[in-house]
């Protein structure tokens, strides 16, 4: 689908696609090139963050613990 093509009823993937064919000037390849390594740069950086939030829930944890131990 081309830039052009692409109109209100258009899905969100498609208005995307649209949009990286654009960005790449018509060339097919280098826009789903482009779309795979941004999407796994996000996926990366998502997973990065899932990791992060885990650690400070884990060491929410064990502070917790120790608080509870200490006021027994």
Do not use: C, K
Request: glycine share 6%; hydrophobic share 45%.
């Amino acid at each position: 689908m081309h830039a052009q093509a692409v109109d209100d009823r258009a899905s969100e993937g498609e208005r995307i696609a649209a949009a990286y064919a654009s960005a790449a000037e018509g060339d097919t390849w280098a826009a789903l090139v482009q779309a795979v390594s941004d999407a796994l740069t996000d996926l990366a950086e998502a997973e990065r963050r899932s990791l992060r939030r885990e650690r400070l829930i884990s060491h929410g944890y064990v502070r917790g613990a120790l608080a509870a131990e200490e006021r027994a």
